[in-house]
């Protein structure tokens, strides 16, 4: 029989591709989102790349504990895989109260709720965010943590501590936490990707979104950085290529071939990109010119960091295989899908 894999975020754009991966690798899955951050345009895609009609979607929000509850007795849920929290820097440096509630309930209902009901895997999803501004790149998993720079980071630490601890004491459950670095791109379907709502923080789909007129000019923050264009290096990573190692984890935990009860993996290419780089890129294979400007730097932002993936590529046995070049050209695509051309 197939083992379950509950998706919560799973209408999201990281949760809707990793969807896509768990059934074409015969998993049965259980989506649940409350549209918070979504709508149905990637649920419908997915049901459209798989085609899948019957994937069950439960419209309901992880911090309502007996709504948790619920899910888990009307499924028998083998593993969870746990997106679904808010994601944006500054809103949360805003809005601190609503990040650590939404984020570390919804996160604390689920791990609860899912013992309660026998549901001993769990995957949760990280972020280099947690390395912050580090000493050393590339980054492993044993590279020290820094105090996180925002809100929103520090619910991704807190949350792989709580993992972690839960792990720790309550026996029989295990946990993996993927430190996901910067996932770009859509599924090459041209059927789900990014949604950004209002204007996008993220580099890519602003890029997109000014490649196709609907803002007038792409800022790249900061031109001085001491890195060898003098923009930030980051480790952009394929969306599709994401979404398979958590294929990978997951039957890692189910076929009970961890070696640690917990298990962190860095999700990267271990390949330093610039942001003029990436510009340049985007322009070359799309064959189209980008309105770019230099601006100040962004508060925030570290200077360089990127993945060694060594650990996963050896442990999960994935590695990131698309190239930067086919990546952006699959972001355009999806940007050309939603504006309908
Ligand atoms: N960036 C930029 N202009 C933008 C958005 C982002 O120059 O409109 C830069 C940002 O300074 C960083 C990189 O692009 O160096 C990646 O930023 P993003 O917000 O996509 O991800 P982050 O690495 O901050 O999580």
Not at 287 to 306: C, E, H, M, Q, S
Not at 311 to 334: C, I, M
Request: aromatic fraction near 10%.
């Amino acid at each position: 029989m197939s083992k379950r894999v509950l998706v919560s975020g799973g209408a999201g754009f990281i949760g809707s591709h990793v969807t896509v991966e768990l059934i074409e690798a015969g998993y049965d899955v259980v989506v649940a989102d409350d549209f918070s951050n979504s709508d149905r345009t990637c649920y419908d895609g997915v049901r459209k790349i798989t085609g899948r009609e019957d994937i069950p979607l439960v419209e309901m929000d992880f911090c309502d504990l007996e709504a948790t509850r619920k899910l888990f007795s009307d499924y028998a849920i083998d593993a969870v895989i746990h997106f679904a929290a808010f994601k944006a820097v500054g809103e949360s440096v805003a809005e601190p109260v609503k990040y650590y509630s939404n984020n570390l309930t919804s996160f604390l209902n689920v791990i609860q709720a899912g013992r309660a009901a026998g549901c001993k895997n769990i995957l949760f999803s990280s972020s280099a965010t947690v390395y912050g501004e580090p000493d050393t790149v590339p980054v492993t998993e044993k590279t020290p943590r820094k105090p996180a720079t925002s809100p929103y980071g520090n619910t991704k630490q807190m949350c792989e501590d709580i993992l972690r601890d839960s792990v720790l004491a309550y026996k029989g459950l295990r946990g993996i936490a993927l430190r996901y670095f910067n996932p770009i791109g859509a599924h090459p379907s041209a059927l789900i990707g990014e949604l950004p709502r209002g204007v996008p923080n993220n580099l890519v789909p602003f890029i997109t979104q000014t490649a196709i007129g609907k803002r007038e000019c792409l800022s790249i923050f900061g031109d001085d950085y001491p890195t060898p264009d003098g923009t930030c290096l980051r480790d952009y990573i394929d969306i599709v290529d994401l979404a398979k190692a958590h294929v990978y984890a997951v039957r890692r935990m189910l076929d009970g071939r961890m070696e640690e009860d917990y298990e962190i993996f860095n999700v990267g290419t271990g390949r330093p990109v610039s942001v003029l780089e990436l510009v340049n890129a985007f322009e070359k294979v799309n064959n189209l010119k980008l309105n770019y400007k230099f601006a100040p730097r962004r508060p925030g932002d570290v200077t360089a960091i990127w993945a060694d993936p060594t650990l996963a590529n050896e442990k999960l046995g994935w590695k990131a295989e698309r190239t930067v070049e086919q990546t952006l050209a699959s972001a355009w695509a999806w940007e050309k899908h939603l504006a309908g051309k």
